[in-house]
Nanobody
Framework: QVRLVESGGGLVQPGGSLRLSCAAS????????MGWYRQAPGKQRGLVAIISSNQVTTYSDSVKGRFTVSRDNTRNTAYLQMDSLKPEDTAVYYC?????????WGQGTQVTVSP
């Protein structure tokens, strides 16, 4: 059974940091591209960052220089380190595993950036 479980969300003040984790099981994690996406209220879900199976990373312009995506294939886990958080980063954050036509989503974790 495929599972992606996000954790690490919460409430943080502007300028603060959070580290999200995405624990994977039920598929060959090391072969999959892992992505982080977010969806704010009333907005479409959009890409935040992606890390390929060989550690190549891509970021949306809105988070470049503030967020860092990584993965630990020995732990079947992907991470999103979020620094210098802004109120506009408030959203539900989802991880996604992609390999060709095969893709899986996690259930999401809420991140709220507020004074």
């Amino acid at each position: 059974q495929v599972r992606l479980v996000e954790s690490g969300g919460g409430l943080v003040q502007p300028g603060g940091s959070l580290r999200l984790s995405c624990a994977a099981s039920g598929f060959i994690f090391k072969d999959y591209v892992m992505g982080w996406y977010r969806q704010a209220p009333g907005k479409q879900r959009g890409l935040v960052a992606i890390i390929s199976s060989n550690q190549v990373t891509t970021y949306s312009d809105s988070v470049k220089g503030r967020f860092t995506v990584s993965r630990d294939n020995t732990r079947n886990t992907a991470y999103l380190q979020m620094d210098s958080l802004k109120p506009e980063d408030t959203a539900v954050y989802y991880c996604k595993a992609i390999l060709g036509p095969s893709m899986y989503w996690g259930q999401g974790t809420q991140v709220t950036v507020s004074p």
